[in-house]
């Protein structure tokens, strides 16, 4: 692993012109290239405190050799040649959007004397109309139906050679899903005139070949001729399929495509759908793996960056308007550079109210489902479970097999109705039946540390009373059951008490850092317990923690231990923030006439349509209390009396400085 120190430029070369970076290896690759407005900033940042960077950009550094610039004249060109880069030399490094298709999209090939439908992908050619983008599937599917309308030509040029040279059509001449103008059975005019008509449709004109088609079906029912009726209304079926297949969401002259992504610390799922005249005419998606540390205009930027330039877009791929979540870095520059490619201007926003916005919220559930979807997947493949397991306990130095998991995490909003939860993943999958929930109050939901160490105390000592337990039931039923032993015999039909905290975790992990770490592990000491690990995941740089470690463990980004972690924290977290929003649910619809003897929900609820509210009725008097429905000269008395005895107990409010939440002194 190379010092950033030696081959760290001096400050006075670097020039401070815009410009494009490449950081090599010692064999010559290029592992990061990156853009900067002002090189000298830029790379100074890299070298001025390398123990100060995030643990990919500390890595990045450390794996370099060299670095080495070029200066660009303006930001839009260090954009273009940035992209060029990435795409020559692939660092690794670099954010890097994947999927293993580009767009396909339904082409007419009205440049042949004979137009051909099929679909295609790649660089578009002169003289062919293309429809789309769509997905693999739909295309297929709608190719399919229409040809059985508008029975255009689809075989390939050697396919049309041999029949037109045999005088026999193929199979899709045969089933009138062509109109095999290759044995003359349609003029080219006439073939082309029904190309023409395919576009025509495709380009949203569908109502009018419909009621065209409706129209000649009312005829030839007029006339009797009911096998035509029934093929032209099968026609009109397919027609509506595939018009009612692209639901209108945006108005008929919208041309978009939307993005949205959810990100994670590790990993971003990406997806867009592409809307055309007004329908969503198909959708891609991407799971990327987060190995430079990017804000989320980064990706945004790097997502357009990749996604236009690598297809080449011309008019009529690449759309008008681009819709993002968040405006990308060098939003100007970028425009420019997609208008370039598209030949007119392509207008980059971020939708913020109205049916733009409205879909891209459907957008961004796709991407969290997407991403949720990949870590489920990953999660239930046994091999990765078992890769996960092993690299962790290497990583760690433990000496034994992570069989069970226990994750704790604490919820509470600024000191408020603490809780805490228990996750347990056993063989790297969770176990639900063995969740557990802890509420915390007094001395120990003052902080977290101090609720950790509460938790940690009150789960394992209970292990130990069940452990205590099970070996004194074990001995008792031992010796009842001994040679020589006179007496009744054992009771096997009642089942033996449920042991809720025997069975013990080998690895102990908390959401936090070093003080939640050393508190857990305290906690584990004044137990006496020696033979549980702990460590803790802070989620800022996702860094484990020993306890009495200065230094965390850093796990790679592509860890399946740390990707295990980081699911365990995860779920910890969402059971411990229901638990404290079903807390604080109750609290806040709990009432001071709750705690009233003999008042029930309809004394309740008639005293306070009678006061208007629980301040008018502490302020009442028997009398009063008394005039309400329900409430009898004794019960009045007895409410009277408890909020006497309230006021007396209660002490007085402190007095809070509301600016800095800090209680005043008296």
């Known amino acids: 692993m190379a010092n950033p120190a030696s081959y760290r430029p001096r400050t006075g070369e670097i020039p401070t012109n815009p410009g494009v970076y490449r950081f090599r290896d010692p ?42 610039w070029t200066v660009v004249g303006s930001e839009l060109e260090s954009l273009q040649l940035e992209y060029t880069w990435i795409k020559e030399f692939k660092p690794r490094f670099n954010v890097v959007f994947r999927d293993d298709k580009t767009y396909p ?8 004397k004979y137009p051909r439908v099929q679909v ?23 190719m399919d139906t229409l040809l059985r309308v508008f029975p255009v030509r689809s075989c390939s040029a050697g396919v049309f050679k041999r029949a037109e040279a045999s005088g026999r059509p193929c199979l899709l001449g045969y089933i009138d899903k062509c109109s095999a103008p290759c044995v003359g059975r349609i003029s080219p005019e006439d073939h082309r005139a029904l190309a023409d008509d395919f576009c025509a449709f495709m380009g949203g004109e569908a109502k009018r070949f419909i009621a065209k088609l409706e129209k000649q079906m009312g005829e030839a029912v007029a ?20 018009f009612e297949r692209n639901a209108v969401v945006l108005a008929e002259d919208t041309d978009a495509d939307i993005f949205a992504l959810h990100e994670d610390e590790l990993e971003a799922a990406v997806q867009v759908f592409h809307v055309r005249g007004g329908r969503v005419r198909g959708q891609r998606g991407w799971v990327v793996e987060k190995v430079e540390d990017s804000s989320t205009p980064d990706l945004v930027e790097h997502l357009l960056q990749q996604v236009y330039g690598e297809d080449g877009d ?38 913020r109210r109205g049916d733009k916005a409205t879909l891209m919220g459907t957008v961004r559930e796709n991407a969290e489902h997407a991403l949720k979807l990949h870590k489920t997947r990953r999660a239930g ?30 919820s509470h909003v600024q000191g408020t109705n603490v809780v805490a939860s228990m996750v347990v993943v056993e063989d790297g999958l969770p176990k639900k039946a063995d969740y557990r929930k802890f509420s915390i109050s007094g001395a120990a939901a003052a902080d977290d540390t101090a ?98 470690s200065d230094f965390p463990v850093i796990l790679p980004r592509s860890s ?60 009442a008097s028997a009398e009063e209390l008394a005039m309400a429905k329900g409430i009898g000269p004794a019960l009045a008395g007895a409410i009277v009396s408890h909020f006497a005895a309230s006021d007396m107990e209660a002490p007085a409010a402190p007095a809070i400085n509301m600016t800095t939440g800090e209680i005043i002194e008296t």
Not at 120 to 142: C, L
């Open 451 to 548: 609720a950790m160490r509460d938790v940690l105390t009150r789960r394992f000592r209970h292990y130990l009373q069940d452990k205590t337990a099970q070996v004194d039931g074990s001995a008792a039923e031992a010796g009842e059951a001994s040679p020589g032993a006179t007496g009744a015999a054992l009771d096997t039909t009642t089942p033996a008490p449920k042991a809720k905290f025997a069975y013990p975790p080998n690895l102990v992990v908390v959401d936090g850092g070093k003080p939640q770490v050393n508190a857990a592990a305290r906690a584990l000491a004044d137990l006496g317990i020696d033979d549980v690990y702990v460590v803790g995941l802070a989620k800022r740089l996702e860094e484990v923690w020993l306890p009495d």
């Open 105 to 112: 999209y339904l082409a007419v090939t009205m440049g042949e």
């Open 120 to 142: 295609m992908r790649g660089d578009r050619r002169k003289g062919t109309r293309y429809f789309g983008p769509y997905t693999a599937g739909a295309i297929r599917e709608t």
């Open 223 to 242: 006339r009797l001729d009911y096998e035509s009726a029934a093929r032209i209304r099968d026609d009109i079926t397919a027609m509506r399929k595939v």
């Open 381 to 410: 493949d046994l091999t990765v479970r078992s890769q996960a397991l092993q690299e962790l306990q290497e990583a760690l130095d433990l000496p034994v097999a992570l069989l069970r998991i226990e994750c704790f995490d604490v």
């Open 560 to 619: 399946q231990g740390l990707y295990l972690l980081q699911r365990i924290r995860d779920e910890a977290h969402r059971f411990a923030i229901s638990f404290h929003r079903q807390k604080r649910g109750k609290a806040m619809t709990v009432s001071a006439l709750d705690s009233v003897p003999g008042l029930g929900a309809a004394k309740r609820k008639a005293l306070l349509a009678h006061f208007g509210s629980v301040k008018g009725v502490k302020a």
């Open 27 to 68: 064999h010559g690759r290029v592992i990061y290239v990156g853009k900067a407005k002002s090189l000298r900033s830029r790379l100074n940042s890299y070298f001025a405190n390398p123990a100060g960077l995030m643990p990919k950009t500390h890595a990045m550094v450390h794996a370099a050799s060299s670095v080495e």
């Open 314 to 351: 011309t008019e009529g791929r690449l759309p008008r308007e681009v819709l993002v979540p968040v405006e990308p870095s060098n939003a100007e520059e970028l425009a420019r550079w997609l208008g370039g490619l598209r030949g007119a201007k392509v207008d980059i926003r971020v939708p």
